[in-house]
C-alpha cells in the first residue's frame, strides 16, 4: 500500500502534503513568518460592504503582542524577528506577514509604500499578503506580480533570492454562498473564485482559508466542498475548527440556536480531517489544519490545551491507521 502514496512525494514521510519545511525544501532555507499589522480595516466594517464585520471576528485573537498598529512596519518585523529567534534560532530571513483585517484594502500607491517598506528590512526575503477576495483589482494583481519579478526596493546584494517572494492568502471561508451570507461575509464564492483564478494566471503564489463548522455547514457539505476546493488553483491551504470567540455576535447565534453548528470533539476532528484529506487533491500544501485562539478569547476549550505538534502527531498517526492518504479518493 505504501507504494500507492509515495507516487506523490509528500514530504518528510508524510501521508499529505505538509506545508511544515515548504520553504527550506523549496528555497533552501527556512522562512519565518512575522505578522504585521499595517493598520487597514475591512470593507465589512467601514461600511463600503457592510458593518461590524464577519459574525465569528475579533480580529486581536489572532495576532501576536508585538503586531500592533501603531508602530512601524520595521519596528513590528524587529520585535517579531527577536521573538522568532528564541525557538528558531538559525532562521536567516524572514517573510513579512501582512495579517491583520484587509492588506489589499488601499489605494495602490498606499499599498506600494507599504509592501516596499516591509521588504526594505534587510532580513525580509518576501511578503505574505492576507485579504479578502473583493478587495483585488487587476491593477493590484498587476503590481504584486511585477514585484515579484523586480529587484529588492533597497537594492541589497545580500539577499539569497534576486527578486522578492509575493505569496497571496485569500480568506474564503465556505463555498457556500448561504452560509457566507448568515456570517455576514459580504462577498459570494464566485468573487473568490475569480480572485484565486487572476491571482494564479500572473504566475503569484495563492493560498486560501476556510473555517469548519460555520452555523448552517453540515459535515457533508463541508466534504462536498472538497471538490470545490480542488478545482481552484491554489498552492496551499489553511483550515481551522470553528472556535467561538467571546463578544462576537456569533457567540449570541451559537446561544439561540446550537444545533445549527456542527462541534467536533479532537477525536472527531482528527478523523473528520482525514475523510477531507482523502478527498482533496494530492498536490495541495495543507498549511494548517486546526487553529489555537488563546484561552482567554473563549468561553470554553473543548480540547484542552494541546499544542500543534500534538495535533500534527494524531493527524499523522490516525493516517497511518487507517491506512490512507491525501487525495486518496480523487481522480487525481
Not at 6 to 21: A, I, L, M, T
Not at 37 to 65: I, L, M, W
Not at 216 to 232: K, P, S, V, Y
Request: glycine letters at 8%; hydrophobic letters at 35%.
Amino acid at each position: 500500500m505504501a507504494e500507492e502514496f509515495d507516487k506523490y512525494g509528500f514530504p518528510d514521510g508524510k501521508r499529505y502534503s505538509s506545508f511544515v519545511g515548504y520553504f527550506k525544501r523549496i528555497y533552501g532555507e527556512r522562512l519565518q513568518k512575522i505578522v504585521l499589522d499595517a493598520g487597514f480595516t475591512c470593507p465589512n466594517r467601514d461600511g463600503k460592504v457592510g458593518r461590524g464585520g464577519c459574525t465569528y471576528c475579533d480580529n486581536a485573537a489572532f495576532h501576536p503582542s508585538y503586531s500592533t498598529a501603531g508602530k512601524s512596519l520595521h519596528q513590528q518585523l524587529d520585535e517579531g524577528i527577536e521573538f522568532h529567534k528564541v525557538r528558531y534560532r538559525t532562521t536567516a530571513h524572514y517573510l513579512a506577514y501582512f495579517q491583520s483585517y484587509s492588506n489589499t484594502y488601499a489605494p495602490l500607491e498606499r499599498l506600494k509604500e507599504l509592501y516596499e517598506e516591509a521588504l526594505s528590512h534587510p532580513d525580509v526575503v518576501g511578503i505574505v499578503i492576507g485579504t479578502r477576495p473583493d478587495c483585488v483589482d487587476e491593477h493590484k494583481l498587476d503590481y504584486l506580480a511585477q514585484l515579484a519579478r523586480s529587484p529588492f526596493p533597497d537594492g541589497s546584494p545580500h539577499r539569497p533570492f534576486a527578486s522578492p517572494l509575493v505569496i497571496v492568502e485569500y480568506g474564503i471561508e465556505s463555498c457556500y454562498d448561504q452560509v457566507l451570507d448568515r456570517i455576514n461575509r459580504g462577498h459570494d464564492f464566485p468573487t473568490a473564485r475569480k480572485a484565486v483564478q487572476m491571482t494564479a494566471e500572473r504566475g503569484l503564489d495563492v493560498g486560501a482559508h476556510f473555517i469548519l463548522g460555520l452555523p448552517g455547514e453540515t459535515r457533508q457539505m463541508m466534504l462536498d466542498a472538497c471538490a470545490l476546493i480542488n478545482d481552484l488553483p491554489l498552492r496551499s491551504v489553511k483550515f481551522h475548527q470553528l472556535q467561538i470567540v467571546k463578544g462576537t455576535r456569533m457567540e449570541a447565534e451559537y446561544a439561540r440556536c446550537p444545533d445549527d453548528f456542527e462541534r467536533f470533539s479532537l477525536e472527531e476532528y482528527i478523523d473528520f480531517f482525514v475523510d477531507m484529506l482523502e478527498r482533496l487533491r494530492p498536490d495541495l500544501y495543507i498549511e494548517r489544519f486546526a487553529g489555537e485562539v488563546p484561552p482567554r478569547f473563549v468561553n470554553e476549550t473543548p480540547w484542552g490545551l494541546i499544542r500543534n505538534v500534538e495535533l500534527l502527531r494524531l493527524l499523522d498517526t490516525r493516517l497511518e491507521e487507517r491506512g490512507t492518504w491525501q487525495g486518496r479518493l480523487t481522480d487525481i
